[in-house]
Structures are given as structure tokens and as C-alpha cells.
């Protein structure tokens, strides 16, 4: 889906406004899509982006999702804590995939400052797995009715409510 895809599915126009001057603001200059494959941003775009844009009581008072894939969270959650603690933002949910644990894994092992982690592990070959660390302030409760854990696809839900 592409930005613009994106942008005209969005019915607030406050939101439109922000995706916009995101958009612009990380795009390259050739003013072509950006490439996933190709076009990285720094933290410090990304913090410098939001600095124009919020105070840091606004900036924290809204409710933001970040995902990582994190390719073993045993191997990197030192460099997840890291990347966290270098943004200007501290995002409410953080989904995480190939977390690489099974079902019999510590997740208390895997603490972040300030966040609850809960998890879905595989219960057969290695891999695979996802997670969710939710800051501690966000009321939540784990739907584990929604979740899917078998060999073809990997979910976890929770409920978040949302305070304005």
C-alpha cells in the first residue's frame, strides 16, 4: 500500500495533516516512494521529525504502536533497549516478532524499563514467536480467546483502553 494509499483512507484531517509532513519530512529528495528495501531513517530523523511537531508532555500523551522484528529477542534486547531508549517517544505498545522463544521461556528474562512483556512462544520447531511489551501506565487486558499460536500463523491480542 503506498503512502497515498494510505493518506486518503485516513478520515481526520488533523492525522492527514501529520502523515503528510511525516511523509515529507523522511521521504529522499528525488521525491520518489521510499523502498523498504533501500531507505532507512535514523532515531535522529525520527526524533527531530517529532520535535517539530509535539512538546514532550503532547508527545507522550499520545497512544503510538512501534513493531521490531527483532530476530531472537535473546540475542537482541540489549540492542532493542538501546534503540528505545535513544527516541524521543516512548510508544505505548511495542509489537515484537521472531522473538525466537517457545513456550517454556522466562519472559521475565526479557524485562524493558517501564513495559509489561507478554508473549506467545512456539510450541514446535525454533523461530518464529511474537510479543507485545505494553508500557505500564497503559491499562490492558491479554486476550487470550483471539490469540493463534500453531504452524502457519502466530497472533497475540490484548485489549487496550484508551484514555483522552
Not at 50 to 78: A, G, I, Y
Request: one cysteine or more; hydrophobic letters at 30%.
Amino acid at each position: 500500500m503506498s503512502f497515498n494509499d494510505i493518506f486518503s483512507q485516513c478520515p481526520n484531517s488533523e492525522v492527514q495533516s501529520n502523515l503528510k509532513s511525516l511523509h515529507e519530512h523522511i521521504s529522499p529528495a528525488n521525491g520518489h516512494e521510499p523502498n523498504s528495501d533501500q531507505y532507512y531513517h535514523s532515531s535522529d530523523d525520527f526524533n527531530s521529525f517529532l520535535k517539530t511537531k509535539f512538546n514532550k508532555t503532547e508527545l507522550n500523551s499520545q497512544f503510538t504502536c512501534f513493531h521490531f522484528n527483532c530476530r531472537s529477542l535473546p540475542q537482541n534486547v540489549d540492542a532493542l533497549n538501546l534503540f528505545l531508549s535513544s527516541l524521543a517517544l516512548q510508544s505505548c505498545i511495542i509489537g515484537v516478532t521472531e522473538t525466537w522463544l517457545n513456550e517454556n521461556c522466562s519472559l521475565d528474562l526479557y524485562n524493558i524499563n517501564n513495559y509489561a512483556l507478554i508473549g506467545n512462544g512456539r510450541k514446535t520447531k525454533r523461530g518464529g514467536g511474537v510479543g507485545m511489551y505494553i508500557r505500564k501506565d497503559t491499562n490492558y487486558e491479554r486476550r487470550l480467546d483471539l490469540d493463534i499460536c500453531n504452524n502457519s500463523c502466530e497472533s497475540i491480542f490484548s485489549e487496550i483502553e484508551i484514555c483522552h
